[in-house]
């Protein structure tokens, strides 16, 4: 009874999560469509999507797959996907992201006040 609990409680969690991520990823993919950074440099837009692809992708899949026999195997996997998505992808697209829109930002106020 407790593990089917705690199974039943992991899918639960695990399905936020996914639906977290997914609306981060769509508002973040918005704002780089919104802005002028999908036209000066649309490859770099890309690679980032193409990440939020790959990292959604796996999510789904351990989500899916997820099996009592192997609850142990894939959280570790969900963990080394969570910790790659934190350092590499916030590190490498996401910082360039934020440094790209608080620039816009100031660019746009200062055309605001002229």
Not at 64 to 86: F, G, H, N, Y
Request: aromatic share 6%; hydrophobic share 45%.
């Amino acid at each position: 009874e407790r593990r089917k609990y705690c199974e039943s409680s992991l899918v639960g969690i695990l399905g936020d999560l996914l639906i977290f991520i997914l609306d981060h990823f769509h508002s973040e993919e918005k704002a780089m469509r919104e802005s002028l950074l999908f036209m000066v440099d649309r490859e770099v837009c890309e690679a980032h999507m193409e990440d939020h692809a790959r990292i959604s992708e796996k999510i789904q899949q351990i989500v899916a797959s997820i099996e009592p026999d192997k609850t142990v195997l894939q959280v570790r996997e969900l963990s080394a996907l969570l910790e790659r998505w934190m350092t590499h992808h916030v590190e490498l697209h996401d910082n360039a992201l934020a440094r790209w829109m608080a620039r816009q930002d100031s660019v746009v106020g200062l055309l605001q006040k002229t």
